[in-house]
């Protein structure tokens, strides 16, 4: 076995070097710069001018680019991409002729001195070779090589060239292409960003100060922005009220919009709007949820639904009130005096995710908390995740987690998140998660 590196052969680092540049174009005028050098290096001090028929009358031709390659004054940032629909229309001339013909062509002992389009500026020139370009199958550009050398062009290099220059053009259609979505990416995701960053404007700048009560919270988004919430409106004030002051009740909402990202976002505001709306200090959590129900059917959201849990808590009593519209049921923690901790869902009452049917009713069940438990609220998120052979982590992962905390609310997310992570290995979350917990300190 040999191994032949052709050491004599001075054109191959050439190339090397020509196909290495083009691999890393990121714009179409930095395809043309490094096709143009490179061909310069290979055939000698030359020209290049390139011409667009697109979308012109037979004979008809725009001057996209005329470059003295080779000239180490140029560089591709003085080459800079422009629409051929910013050039001028030209007929007639030396490229006239080329372009009527429509076929490949050399041209030996050039002498263009005065031409009606291109006057004195390739007159340097004795050669030249004219290439034409295919997109759909029609000529739309054509590429022109000029040397100073009067028979630098043969036949077999106009085959060459043929291939060669088609196939540069390909690519510089594919940077472009890539360029543009590059640009539409970056757009959308800024304008995906902005939306995120009004989502998060949505959320509790802070946890509030319900007496008696200490809170924790975590929220992540799947994507820029997600479809979860959560809120806590002291009732009295927000929700629409026109009461004056608060009446010491505290109304408490964790939700999920069906998918997740941009849109999930927008419904979630539209909930959070339809929430501030609200005529009345609510009696009960269901007339909530009818409200809501009945406004986001009416919205016409299509496929689109949100389950939400919805409780009214009363510091004065320890009452919690709550209402579930097709969302997991908040687990109540009860440790008890001999040191065993007892878990219990609220899930008495339910209904259909809201957006559904819009003679849905929702019913509402109370219960009373005592120092010492906790109450945590989870977006289905969470028990969906899934770990590196598709288990899903479940309710019961929750409840392990919750089982090997302290109770306290800071504690409480932190353990179910790390247990989340945990069962998760490195996996990327694959929808949004939120947990809030509230611990009944007195």
Same mark, same amino acid.
């Given at each position: 076995?040999?191994?032949?590196?052709?050491?004599?052969?001075?054109?191959?680092?050439?190339?090397?070097?020509?196909?290495?540049? /083009?691999?890393?174009?990121?714009?179409?005028?930095?395809?043309?710069?490094?096709?143009?050098?490179?061909?310069?290096?290979?055939?000698?001090?030359?020209?290049?001018?390139?011409?667009?028929?697109?979308?012109?009358?037979?004979?008809?031709?725009?001057?996209?680019?005329?470059?003295?390659?080779?000239?180490?004054?140029?560089?591709?940032?003085?080459?800079?991409?422009?629409?051929?629909?910013?050039?001028?229309?030209?007929?007639?001339?030396?490229?006239?002729?080329?372009?009527?013909?429509?076929?490949?062509?050399?041209?030996?002992?050039?002498?263009?001195k005065d031409d009606s389009v291109l006057g004195d500026s390739i007159a340097r020139y004795?050669?030249?070779?004219?290439?034409?370009?295919?997109?759909?199958?029609?000529?739309?550009?054509?590429?022109?090589?000029?040397?100073?050398?009067?028979?630098?062009?043969?036949?077999?290099?106009?085959?060459?060239?043929?291939?060669?220059?088609?196939?540069?053009?390909?690519?510089?259609?594919?940077?472009?292409?890539?360029?543009? /979505?590059?640009?539409?990416?970056?757009?959308?995701?800024?304008?995906?960003?902005?939306?995120?960053?009004?989502?998060?404007?949505?959320?509790?700048?802070?946890?509030?100060?319900?007496?008696?009560?200490?809170?924790?919270?975590?929220?992540?988004?799947?994507?820029?922005?997600?479809?979860?919430?959560?809120?806590?409106?002291?009732?009295?004030?927000?929700?629409?009220?026109?009461?004056?002051?608060?009446?010491?009740?505290?109304?408490?909402?964790?939700?999920?919009?069906?998918?997740?990202?941009?849109?999930?976002?927008?419904?979630?505001?539209?909930?959070?709007?339809?929430?501030?709306?609200?005529?009345?200090?609510?009696?009960?959590?269901?007339?909530?949820?009818?409200?809501?129900?009945?406004?986001?059917?009416?919205?016409?959201?299509?496929?689109?639904?949100?389950?939400?849990?919805?409780?009214?808590?009363?510091?004065?009593?320890?009452? /919690?009130?709550?209402?579930?519209?097709?969302?997991?049921?908040?687990?109540?923690?009860?440790?008890?005096?001999?040191?065993?901790?007892?878990?219990?869902?609220?899930?008495?009452?339910?209904?259909?995710?809201?957006?559904?049917?819009?003679?849905?009713?929702?019913?509402?069940?109370?219960?009373?908390?005592?120092?010492?438990?906790?109450?945590?609220?989870?977006?289905?998120?969470?028990?969906?995740?899934?770990?590196?052979?598709?288990?899903?982590?479940?309710?019961?992962?929750?409840?392990?987690?919750?089982?090997?905390?302290?109770?306290?609310?800071?504690?409480?997310?932190?353990?179910?998140?790390?247990?989340?992570?945990?069962?998760?290995?490195?996996?990327?979350?694959?929808?949004?998660?939120?947990?809030?917990?509230?611990?009944?300190?007195?």
């Amino acid at each position: 076995m040999r191994f032949e590196h052709y050491p004599n052969n001075a054109r191959l680092p050439v190339l090397l070097d020509l196909v290495a540049d /083009l691999s890393k174009a990121t714009d179409p005028s930095e395809v043309l710069y490094a096709f143009g050098q490179g061909w310069s290096r290979l055939a000698g001090s030359s020209g290049y001018i390139s011409l667009s028929c697109r979308g012109l009358e037979p004979g008809q031709y725009r001057i996209t680019r005329q470059l003295i390659l080779g000239d180490p004054t140029v560089g591709p940032n003085q080459q800079l991409w422009q629409h051929s629909g910013d050039k001028p229309i030209h007929t007639g001339g030396l490229l006239g002729e080329i372009v009527s013909r429509g076929r490949p062509v050399i041209v030996h002992g050039l002498d263009v001195k005065d031409d009606s389009v291109l006057g004195d500026s390739i007159a340097r020139y004795r050669s030249l070779s004219a290439t034409p370009l295919f997109d759909g199958g029609a000529i739309l550009n054509w590429s022109i090589n000029l040397s100073e050398n009067p028979s630098v062009h043969t036949e077999q290099e106009l085959e060459d060239v043929l291939l060669r220059a088609n196939l540069v053009g390909g690519t510089v259609r594919h940077v472009q292409t890539a360029k543009k /979505l590059r640009e539409v990416h970056q757009r959308v995701k800024d304008e995906v960003q902005k939306i995120a960053n009004i989502q998060q404007a949505l959320l509790p700048e802070k946890l509030p100060d319900i007496p008696g009560v200490s809170i924790a919270a975590k929220y992540l988004t799947y994507d820029q922005a997600g479809g979860d919430m959560y809120s806590f409106h002291p009732l009295g004030t927000g929700l629409g009220s026109t009461a004056k002051k608060p009446d010491g009740r505290w109304a408490i909402l964790i939700g999920d919009v069906s998918g997740h990202g941009p849109a999930a976002a927008v419904v979630m505001a539209m909930v959070e709007s339809m929430l501030a709306s609200y005529p009345m200090t609510p009696d009960t959590t269901g007339q909530v949820f009818d409200y809501l129900n009945k406004h986001l059917c009416a919205k016409r959201i299509y496929d689109t639904f949100v389950t939400a849990f919805h409780a009214l808590y009363d510091p004065s009593t320890r009452t /919690l009130t709550y209402s579930r519209a097709g969302h997991p049921p908040a687990l109540w923690r009860k440790p008890s005096t001999n040191g065993h901790i007892d878990l219990e869902e609220l899930d008495a009452v339910g209904g259909l995710p809201l957006g559904i049917m819009p003679e849905e009713t929702y019913e509402d069940a109370s219960v009373t908390l005592e120092p010492g438990q906790t109450l945590t609220l989870y977006t289905d998120g969470i028990p969906e995740t899934r770990g590196p052979d598709g288990a899903f982590f479940g309710t019961p992962g929750i409840v392990n987690a919750l089982r090997a905390c302290s109770g306290e609310a800071d504690c409480a997310v932190d353990t179910v998140m790390q247990h989340v992570r945990k069962h998760e290995a490195g996996a990327r979350p694959q929808d949004d998660q939120t947990l809030v917990v509230m611990k009944v300190e007195s």
